[in-house]
């Protein structure tokens, strides 16, 4: 009986680079035919990279854009490959997907419904196209479909196979969603589900392409990395109607694991992925093999230089362990720990020398004595320039170790510990990163984040005896808070309880009060549903304080 | 003849501040009932000042804005009033007008055109009313319009009188731009024009509102700050035909001089008042009375030092001057030279210290000489520590000095010179630095900016010998090179001449290479058709460079 072998690159393009992704496209062509497959497909903006944004509105990129298809086209004789990018009519620009085959166009598809998604407004960019597209590949006829237009499809006599090319983003829980209202959509069909993977500054496209009938799930690609699946379809009949038949050891790679209910610490291991991912390609794609970060022997430096060695290898991560008089000796000890036990560079650097030489300057020319808050921010200023130094000399990219809750909350010396270009953890709150410490620890099968910074209570070490709780709210509040009224709806504060109430409006106000520092703070991976970056658009200058309405 | 008398209350609302916007909103109230006047009408956004952005999605601001009418009513009894805030029916959002009287609301307009405008896309909160909205106000009919609805207004019977509530944003050529629009819209009727005026982060909404008819402006309010103008209306005969009267000196405001054909330097005159008004708002809105800044000797601080003092007064202003070995005597001439001409005080402090300091703690950890972008890099950050210092110490803002060109090829150190709340020149180019330093000469009448800052060959002095033209094209060139392929379409490359088509492509991947920098900047305002600010989108992670094709 004839046999569809269908093959599904869920590849990891490069935002801009067209000629790089053009060439990774044909090497993927060139692999599916050695495998033999009738057709490849490949995930929305293959060509371009995802998002954009504005160079969508560079004539010339479109024009490169365009030029990548040319180049290939000679890949694609006895094979039809389906590939994404961006096609100019006149003065409008389609998200379309070429279909190529023995060295041309056959034709284009215009993704009709253009959306305006949390990651890009394509509104903002593209005309909607205004037909479907069929194709008939070995005798089956196909119906291409791009992101989000399978949620209503209308299933079409004759067209027994669906594919959709995706470009979806990562956020907790979004994978299963994803999955479930593709099988919802496609009850009775076949369909081929092929998704982007890789980091984006602050977006993650995390894969998990698959095929599917209905509720069945037939092959699957992994997740957060590049991977080439095949799938055959055994035809029956003239009038294309089949049965799958999982292909056999025909061509190297093994079917994966079926997912099926997920694994305890599913969540965790997703997250960590997610951001590994997100760090490695943050780096990578901008040139970076190298890392640098502070070490202060807290948790959140732990799990960031975790991230780091595991996304670049140790052997590319140096921490710098920058203490002053603040520093508590279990601080210094932790730090050590941790870099030998992820195997990493640590560098010690004393500022104690330059606090005092900044006190004197600034002695000279102030009256007053200095604020508490002045010598604060003067410490953490300190070590980001070391770090920039270290990082200009070495050509290592500085990763900061801010959490959510900080950002949320404003907890963090702007120009201090927020600067650099990567921030792993800023849409991870203070409690998750405790859950993924633990996890790490369990996984890794020894304290490989030491003990005992998972046991002390969390301080800045910027002035003695500091407690993080001084100024928060014990994080299982205060992440509570930032998830119910912040990444939440923002509803009116109906609190029952006095004090908790007082709790909730000063968060706000402090969440608001902040918003000129995370707008000056690198970008950093989404993981939720609502990131204090992109998702979230609240003006600096803003006199709103939840208060009471006093007339 | 009866007389309709209008009050159009410019005013300056700030975002967020609802209860100090109703009062404001009530103190021009009640000065209109003072002045006889049956009508008064508030721009867009009055109540919640704009744009406020997700605050929309917030119930409790919503809830407060709707108080803030409550707080209102008592004041309508004897007038009319028109005020534009937002409300919510069920579960949809409007931005709408409430029509007050008598202590009650007669009716609400609801905006019918929604639109994305770039200083806030209005679809992403509100839904669109679905029907116009007529008033009689002493036996006229009114009808409302916001924002851009009037360029296609069609004509009613027995409706003579329009009413144009906006809060539209400055950008150079967009008063004219928006005045003609209006006389072209109602060629044969009487229309009443009300704009917001006040900075808000990187926007400046202008005021300029008019009464008009057709061509004809009958009465103007004044730019860039707040101001409340009466008109009068002569009714004759029942169906509300009639003839403008000027109203006489029975109110103390004289009617303004109307502008007619502006006069040469309106450009420079209009963008200083800009820069001045936007400067001046976003420090007091965030409770600042006194900025501080770094003062080099160059022109980019002279014109900053120069805007502060204007805008905060110079008593506020301070300066702080940081030679290292690298500073030219000639700079601590220019500078002292200009506090004393701008009246401010000069601190001075001397960097080279702190430098040594820094150089001796790196060479404990580096094995390889200090590159040369370290040693510049660690300048600038020293010299952002102590101003963030004295800011935190005094409660000073810091204002930034990196101007448009700079920002565009990230010619400046990150967390070094662009370290501050606000960038006051970040949507202003150098050449056009030079040529409101020489406007602002003239104006003043005596060489206010130092002549040898105008004359002196831009340098940052991080090394010795510098120039910027090491480094960069000639500005002139530059900045050409911004507004024909950044600021503009960002079309395809069709340069003829070779050199300069290599100088084309390198800014342009100068531009791209350095959106990292330009995300991690301060708001300042935008006066420019497309500022690097919110008016663009472009990846950080960007492999996009204008390469050629070379397959």
Redesign the interface.
Known sequence: MPVLRVAIAQINS???????NAQKIASFIEKSKDFGADLVIFPEFSVT?S?????F?????V??AE?GIE?LLPHTNGIVAVIPSVRLFGDSLFNSAYIISKGGVLKSYEKRRIKRLTHLDETRYFHPGDRPCVVSVGGVQLEILMGEEFTDYEKRKDTPLILVLDSSIYRVGEIDKKREALKKSFPDLHFCYVNLVGG??EWIFYGGSFVGYGERILSEAKTFEEDLIFFDFELRGEVSLFEEKVSKKDYEKPIVPLRGSPPKDVLEEEILKALILATK??AH??GFQTACLGISGGIDSALTAYIASRALGSQNVTG?FMPSRYTAKESYEDAKQLARNLQIEL???P?D??IE??FN??K???V?E??E??VE??QA??R???L???S???GALVLTTSNKSELATGYFT??GDS?G?FAVLKDVPKTLIYRLCEYVNKKEGRFIIPKRVLEKEPSAELKFNQKDTDELPPYHVLDSLIEEYIEG?????EVENKPLLETVKETLMRF?KNE?KR?????GPTISLRSLGRD????????????E???
Do not use: H
């Not at 509105?57 to 990129?61: A, E, I, L, N």
């Open positions: 490069k935002v801009g680079d067209i000629l790089g990279g998002p954009a944004y504005d160079l509105t560079c004539k010339s990129f024009k490169e030029k180049y984006q500054d390609d943050y794609k901008n710098l560098l010690e650097v500022i020398g330059l030489s900044y300057l600034l000279g020319i102030l007053e200095l604020r808050v002045t921010n003067i200023r300190i980001a320039n070391l920039m130094a270290f200009n000399n070495k702007l120009y600067a270009g709806k923002m509803g009116g504060l608001f000129y707008r000056q703070a690198p970008c979230s658009d609240f003006p600096i200058t803003n006199l709103w304080r939840y208060r309405w006093s007339l």
